[in-house]
C-alpha cells in the first residue's frame, strides 16, 4: 500500500515538471512549429495535367493508330492548333487542341497502333505552370503496383530470406499491354502470349529486342515434349510425317520466320489497317442484312461523247463520270422515292442529293461525297470530283467529306471492266456500277441500217426493301435518257 502511493506521488510530481519544461520551451523557440510542418505545393505534389484522350474522328470509328505528333513536348500549344495526325478508319485525320496550355508530357508515341476511344495519349498543363512538374494520372503506376505483393505472396512460403528478389517480375502483366508494331507482329506471328515477355521500353512497351529475346527462349519449352514423345517405342512420330502425297497441302500451313526464306506451303501474316478492317465489316453487313437486287442498262454515249469534244476545244476538260454523276443526280431528283435510306423503323426519305463516288486508294476504297450534286453543273462537278480524289488518296479527307451520302456510283471503266454488280454502301438504298464504254454494231429503227455505236453497261444495285424491280427498271429508264440526251440535264 505504501509502495503504491509512493509511486502514484512521483508520477505527479514527473507530470508537473514535463508540463513546466514545455511551458518554457514555447516562447523561446517561436519559429520551431513553422519548421515542423509543410504545406501541399506543386512542387511535391505536381502540376495538376489537362488530359487528352483519343477521340472520336468518325462515326464508326473503334480505335486509332497515332501516325505522327505535331507538337512535342514542352512546346506552346492554343486553341485550333493541330496536335497530332490519328490514322481513322476512313482517313488520316488531324486531332486539334481545344484549350490553350502547353504540351506537358506525350504516353504513346507515334507508331502507336490499335489505341482505344478514350486512351489517354497525352498530357497538358495551363499557361504560365511548369510542365516538367506534371503530374501523371495514376492508372499506368497502379498497374505495376499491384503485381509486385502477387510476387511477394508467391516468394513467401519458399523461402524468407528470398525477399530481395521482387525486382526480377518487371513484367507488369495486370495493366494494359503497350506493344510496338514490330514486336506484336513477332509475337503474333509465332503464337506467343505477350505477357510472358519483359518490358523494357519507355513506360512498359514491349519492344522489338524484348519480342525476339522470348522467341529465343521459347524453343526450349516446345522441345522438350518433342523429346519426351520418342520415348513411349510403341507410338513412333516417323510414319506420321513419312506420307506427303505429292500433290496434298498440310490442312494448317506453318508460319514463315522473319528473316528466312519461306519454305513450300507456308504463309506470312499481314497486319490489317483499320480502313481495311472497317471496309470488311461493313461489306460483311451490306451482304449479310440487306437484300440486294440488280438491274442492268445499255446506254448510248455518242451524245456524250461529242459534248465532251466540243468542251474539249473552249478549254473545258470534264470525264464521262462527271456527266454520270451529273446524270444520276438529276434522276433522283426526279424520282425522290429513290432517294432514300434504311433505319431500323424503316425508310428516311432525304431532302438533299449527294452523290458518293468510289475512289481506290493504297489503303483501300473510300467514297468522298459530291453534296447537292443535281444543282451543279457539270465543269463544277469535275473540279470537286478531282479535288476529293487527290485529298482521298493522300489520305487528308475530313469527315464531313466522306460521311452522309444518300447515292454511290462506282466507276470500273478505266480499267476496262465492261460489267459488274457492286455492294449497297450501308445505309444508302442504291449504287450504281459503270462499266467502260465499247463500240457495237446496232441495228438503227430509223433507216434499218447498221451503225458504230459507244455502248457503256450500268448495273444498278438496289435494296429491295427500299426500292423494288419496277422502281428500279423506272430510275435505269430515266438514267439512260437523260445520259444520252445530255440537254435534259440543263433543264431539269
Not at 513412333?236 to 500433290?247: I, L, N, R, Y
Not at 476504297?365 to 451543279?376: G, M
Not at 466507276?411 to 455492294?423: D, H, K, T
Request: glycine residues 6%.
Amino acid at each position: 500500500m505504501a509502495a503504491s502511493l509512493r509511486l502514484g506521488r512521483q508520477g505527479v510530481l514527473f507530470g508537473l515538471r514535463l508540463s513546466n519544461i514545455n511551458k518554457c520551451s514555447r516562447p523561446t523557440h517561436p519559429r520551431q512549429q513553422r519548421v515542423r510542418h509543410f504545406f501541399p505545393s506543386p512542387w511535391l505534389l505536381g502540376v495538376s495535367p489537362v488530359q487528352v484522350q483519343m477521340p472520336a474522328l468518325s462515326p464508326t470509328m473503334e480505335e486509332g493508330n497515332i501516325v505522327k505528333w505535331l507538337k512535342k513536348e514542352g512546346e506552346a500549344v492554343a486553341a485550333g492548333d493541330a496536335l497530332c495526325e490519328i490514322e481513322t478508319d476512313k482517313a488520316v485525320v488531324t486531332m486539334e487542341a481545344n484549350d490553350d496550355g502547353i504540351m506537358a508530357k506525350i504516353l504513346m508515341d507515334e507508331g502507336s497502333r490499335n489505341v482505344r476511344l478514350g486512351t489517354l495519349i497525352a498530357l497538358m498543363v495551363e499557361e504560365g505552370q511548369d510542365w516538367k512538374q506534371v503530374e501523371i494520372p495514376p492508372p499506368e503506376a497502379a498497374a505495376p503496383s499491384a503485381s509486385p505483393p502477387a510476387t511477394h505472396a508467391a516468394a513467401a512460403p519458399v523461402l524468407s530470406p528470398a525477399a530481395p528478389s521482387p525486382p526480377p517480375p518487371k513484367p507488369a502483366t495486370s495493366g494494359p499491354l503497350r506493344l510496338s508494331p514490330a514486336a506484336r507482329h513477332i509475337l503474333d506471328t509465332h503464337g506467343i502470349d505477350p505477357k510472358l515477355a519483359i518490358p523494357t521500353g519507355p513506360r512498359g512497351l514491349i519492344t522489338k529486342e524484348d519480342a525476339l529475346n522470348l522467341l529465343k527462349m521459347s524453343p526450349a519449352p516446345k522441345a522438350t515434349p518433342a523429346m519426351a514423345a520418342p520415348a513411349a517405342p510403341s507410338p513412333v512420330p516417323t510414319p506420321v510425317t513419312a506420307p506427303p502425297p505429292p500433290g496434298s497441302r498440310p490442312n494448317i500451313p506453318p508460319l514463315s520466320v522473319p528473316g528466312k526464306p519461306g519454305a513450300p506451303g507456308t504463309f506470312t501474316e499481314i497486319p490489317a489497317s483499320n480502313v481495311r478492317r472497317v471496309i470488311a465489316q461493313r461489306l460483311t453487313q451490306s451482304k449479310t442484312t440487306i437484300p440486294h437486287a440488280y438491274a442492268s442498262v445499255d446506254c448510248d454515249m455518242a451524245a456524250v461523247m461529242h459534248l465532251r469534244k466540243d468542251l474539249a476545244k473552249e478549254q473545258i476538260k470534264v470525264s464521262v463520270n462527271d456527266f454520270i454523276i451529273k446524270a444520276a443526280a438529276v434522276t433522283l431528283k426526279e424520282m425522290p422515292e429513290v432517294n432514300v435510306t434504311w433505319s431500323g423503323d424503316g425508310p428516311l426519305a432525304l431532302d438533299s442529293i449527294h452523290i458518293s463516288i468510289a475512289v481506290a486508294t493504297d489503303k483501300g476504297l473510300i467514297t468522298p461525297i459530291i453534296k447537292d450534286a443535281a444543282n451543279k453543273g457539270v465543269q463544277e462537278i469535275s473540279a470537286n470530283a478531282k479535288a476529293l480524289a487527290q485529298k482521298a488518296r493522300d489520305g487528308k479527307l475530313l469527315p464531313e467529306e466522306y460521311q452522309g451520302g444518300s447515292f454511290s456510283i462506282s466507276n470500273l471503266g478505266m480499267f476496262g471492266i465492261s460489267g459488274f454488280s457492286a455492294v449497297i454502301n450501308p445505309p444508302q438504298a442504291c449504287i450504281l456500277a459503270v462499266g467502260t464504254s465499247r463500240a457495237e454494231l446496232r441495228l438503227c429503227e430509223d433507216d434499218q441500217t447498221l451503225r458504230t455505236q459507244q455502248m457503256m453497261t450500268v448495273t444498278l444495285s438496289s435494296d429491295g426493301r427500299l426500292v423494288d424491280d419496277g422502281l428500279a427498271s423506272q430510275f435505269l429508264d430515266k438514267f439512260r435518257a437523260n445520259l444520252e440526251q445530255p440537254q435534259r440535264m440543263a433543264l431539269a
